[in-house]
């Protein structure tokens, strides 16, 4: 009997591992994002954000892929680093999908020096697939706690 539950709670571990390991298409979009932001990539960043992009925070809105190169993906990626994201759900249709779940990061000062505080927030990535493109970042929404 023990071996048999030790069987089936191994089972579920690796149930478990392997479900966590899958990623999906809107939780890969997300780590590219990521990643590009973490890097402080600019040129990366844009290309993967629609022109007619919309980003909403608690602390700026900005409408257009240039509105935003010119001031939150100037400015952020150097206060805001080490950035991960954890996709709660999501759901892809034919030329749209979205992606909800949870983003962390570290906070820098101005001069480079990590603060010790730590960003939490909810987010919400849309994406649109136009004509003769890939999937891009429609609409940026983060909401910080």
Same mark, same amino acid.
């Given at each position: &009997? ?5 069987? $089936? #709670? @191994?089972?579920? =571990? +690796? &149930?478990? !591992?392997? =479900? ?15 990643? =590009? ?9 844009? !290309?993967?954000?629609?022109? %007619? =992009? ?9 409408? !257009?892929? %240039?509105? &935003?190169?010119?001031?939150?993906? $100037?400015?952020?990626?150097?206060? $805001? ?12 249709? %034919?030329?749209?999908?979205? #992606? ?5 990061? +570290? ?6 020096? %990590?603060?010790?505080?730590? @960003? !939490? ?20 929404? $983060?909401?910080?706690?």
């Amino acid at each position: &009997m023990k071996k048999n539950l030790l069987l $089936i #709670s @191994l089972l579920i =571990a +690796s &149930m478990a !591992s392997n =479900a966590q390991q899958k990623s999906t298409l809107t939780d890969s979009l997300a780590q590219n994002f990521g990643e =590009a932001w973490n890097e402080n990539n600019l040129n990366q960043l844009i !290309s993967l954000i629609q022109p %007619d =992009a919309f980003f909403k925070s608690p602390y700026e809105m900005n409408y !257009s892929r %240039d509105t &935003m190169a010119a001031n939150f993906l $100037i400015t952020n990626p150097r206060i $805001i680093r080490n950035t991960k994201t954890i996709e709660l759900y999501s759901k892809v249709d %034919d030329n749209i999908a979205w #992606s909800i779940g949870k983003l962390s990061g +570290s906070l820098f000062d101005e001069n480079g020096k %990590d603060t010790g505080n730590k @960003l !939490s927030a909810d987010y919400i990535y849309v994406y649109t697939k136009k004509k003769n493109e890939g999937w891009k970042i429609q609409i940026i929404i $983060i909401h910080e706690k």
